[in-house]
């Protein structure tokens, strides 16, 4: 016996997306799933593209999926938060980085690699 599936409610939302390897960008229409408790919506108004996006966009590591909405430094402004979200408000600005989920401190050290030098703190080739 199967149980029937319950279509889970989505957000319409819109993005500027690449359909292959060659581009261009052009509008893509998708669907978000609702925000769960300790979600945060945000109405992004800007994005910022950087050569990880392009090797993304290119294939370059043959492992792009198309289409492909790419960008993950952003800013924005909330306009929906769940039920347990505390540091954040409808209406507040808000700019989303591309590290999430990472220690505060690592084990190893740091390795300065946004802003700041290679490893042998000379060259300055991640700036």
């Not at 500027?16 to 945000?42: H, M, N, Q, T």
């Not at 289409?67 to 505390?86: D, F, L, R």
Request: glycine share 8%; net charge negative; hydrophobic share 30%.
């Amino acid at each position: 016996m199967t149980c029937p599936t319950e279509k889970l409610a989505t957000i319409p939302a819109k993005g500027w997306a690449v359909y292959d390897s060659l581009g261009p960008f052009k509008l893509f229409e998708f669907e978000r799933r609702v925000l769960k408790e300790d979600d945060v919506l945000i109405r992004i108004h800007f994005c910022g593209i950087c050569h990880t996006d392009i090797h993304e966009i290119e294939n370059e590591w043959n492992q792009s999926i198309y289409p492909m909405v790419p960008g993950h430094e952003i800013t924005g402004i909330v306009e929906q938060v769940g039920s347990k979200v505390k540091r954040f408000q409808v209406g507040d600005s808000v700019g989303v980085g591309c590290q999430m989920n990472l220690e505060q401190h690592c084990t190893v050290g740091p390795s300065y690699t946004y802003n700041c030098t290679e490893m042998d703190r000379k060259t300055p080739t991640y700036g």
